[in-house]
């Protein structure tokens, strides 16, 4: 998926507009960061930093599932020619071991406050808008490194981005403070929600772990089941990543409904959520619709 590309003009022009038009397209990508990331949401967050001033391309598309990506020769090429490599860390890449120069690699979520689980460090950070600032530095801070002509302009763009995140954590914390605590609760898909969790106050109960890939059991549905019965949870959210057969088995096993898709491991163009803060914003606005409605 090409987040930004070059694009020359046909021969068909007169040939005094095709070669100024050729020399303006290469002084171009002479300024260009070539970059390729391993999801949408880091090639979102890369292209709002640096601009004007960079080729992006992300491994995984949009509504694609991140933790069963393996890269194909093809992706293997666009990895040893990218000046950067911007990945999430925290082990959900693990592949990104093959590649050979570890120093154009940058781990977009260091500084996170980790949360651990059943021996893993949950990588989803940028599903909790606290942790935007993070990401945002990290990678103006790997822009300024590689072209430091351009920092000021990289730090100007992350300054502005990073205000539309605080404006959006204060508007939607004051909104979530004032839920009753007992509707603040709900099952997703698999664990990709435990930022959010801790940041808003929230208990979400996965069907899966934090990898999309483990299976689900009769035992772990009966689990579920009782669980809802017993904790009186209303709200059930399917994402965008997933298929939604535990969530029809639930709703029919139980008073509880689907509140609504959430975005989780990838940008999705189906629901028009293709940036990072359409996708926040999406998903704080489905989740407090979903709790604030709930009886």
Known sequence: MEIRSIKTPGFIKSLFIALLTLSVSFESKAEDINIVTTNTILADITSEVTGKHAVIYSL????????????????????????????????????????????????????????????????????????????????????????????????????????????????????????????????????????????????????????????????????IIKQIRESGIKVIFIENISNTHFAEQLTKETSATIGGELISDSLSKKNSVDTYYKMVDYNLKTVYEAFSSAK
């Open 60 to 223: 995984v598309g949009y509504d694609e599932e991140v933790h069963a990506f393996n890269p194909k020769p093809s992706d293997l090429k666009k990895l040893k020619e990218a000046d950067i490599i911007i990945a999430n860390g925290k082990n959900l890449e693990g592949w990104l071991s093959r590649i050979d120069d570890k120093n154009k690699i940058v781990e977009a979520s260091k500084g996170i406050k980790s949360i651990k689980k059943d021996g893993y460090e949950d990588p989803h950070g940028w599903n909790s808008p606290y942790n935007a600032n993070i990401y945002i530095d990290n990678i103006a801070y790997a822009a300024c490194a590689k072209i430091p002509a351009y920092c000021n302009e990289f730090k100007d763009n992350a300054n502005k981005y990073k205000q539309t995140f605080n404006e959006l954590t204060i508007k939607y914390k004051q909104l979530y403070d004032a839920l009753p605590q007992e509707n603040k609760k709900a099952i997703t898909a698999h664990d990709a929600f435990g930022y959010l969790a801790r940041d808003f106050e929230i208990t979400f109960i996965p069907i899966k772990g934090v990898n999309e890939e483990t299976e689900i059991s009769a035992q772990i549905l009966a689990q």
